[in-house]
């Protein structure tokens, strides 16, 4: 009898990198639970795409993750349907211009809500379902956590606490759960802000002089949680050869 398909829930799966990562993980042979807040729509076209290929592979789970009580229903929906957890990818998160002096209060508990209090009490309600499996988290940061920009203080601060909390967690869940994180670089701009001349200044600070693939994000992603074994706590760098700007 074939062994059950390892299960991972993807936070902020519907668009971008988390749907790229989602898709990665599915062509692997993992079910998958699509996490969305407001694009229900392109989830449940995901959901269809991969259900084409694989009948009963997905979930579909709606929820906004400012609103503790969801978190842990969210991973107990996910046990309750396909029965375990093997990966939990926590990709949403808000980002918007924080530069100080303007910041609100209410901004900074926006960000730090999404980007760094939903990944850590997830992994909390994941973790012992994670560990009966000997599974992996993986936490999405960001090039800004370590090389901020002015006009990004509160939001850098908020992925470098994710950063952390990486740190904290791969020692806290060792040795069952390994945990890592992605800090991509330039891989998809803003959709809601285009400043040419920003952009050509991030290229011109790459290494590799372009803008990543969502793939090749996709590609780490698959790689930390199944193949790495011998990898926690770390924070592996998908930015080009970024330098500070």
């Known amino acids: ?39 229900r729509a392109e989830s449940d076209a995901l959901a269809a795409e991969f259900e084409a290929t694989r009948e009963g592979s997905t979930l579909v789970l709606q929820a906004d993750l400012a609103q503790f009580d969801r978190l842990p229903e969210l991973v107990a929906q996910v046990v309750g349907r396909f029965g375990r957890l093997d990966a939990l990818v926590n990709n949403a998160a808000t980002f918007f211009p924080t530069p100080l002096g303007s910041v609100t209060p209410v901004q900074w508990d926006t960000l730090f809500a999404a980007n760094v209090r939903a990944p850590f009490f997830l992994s909390q309600a994941a973790a012992p379902h994670l560990a009966a499996a000997r599974g992996a988290i993986l936490n999405l940061s960001d090039v800004y956590a370590r090389q901020p920009r002015a006009d990004l203080a509160a939001y850098a601060t ?21 945990v890592n994180a992605i800090a991509p670089g330039a891989i998809l701009w803003p959709e809601d802000a285009s400043d040419p001349a920003l952009q050509d200044r991030i290229l011109s600070h790459t290494a590799l002089a372009r803008t990543g693939q969502v793939d ?11 193949d790495a074994g011998y990898t926690t706590g770390s924070v592996v760098a998908v930015d080009g050869g970024r330098t500070p700007l």
């Open 1 to 39: 009898m074939p062994a059950p398909p390892r299960v991972a829930l993807v936070t902020g799966a519907a668009r971008r990198l988390g749907a790229a990562i989602a898709r990665r993980l599915h062509e692997a042979g993992y079910a998958v639970a699509l996490h969305c807040r407001d694009s």
């Open 158 to 178: 908020s992925k470098g606490a994710l950063e952390a909390m990486t740190r904290a967690l791969a020692v806290a869940l060792a040795p069952a759960v390994r």
């Open 216 to 226: 090749e994000i996709a590609a780490t992603a698959l790689w930390l949680l199944r």
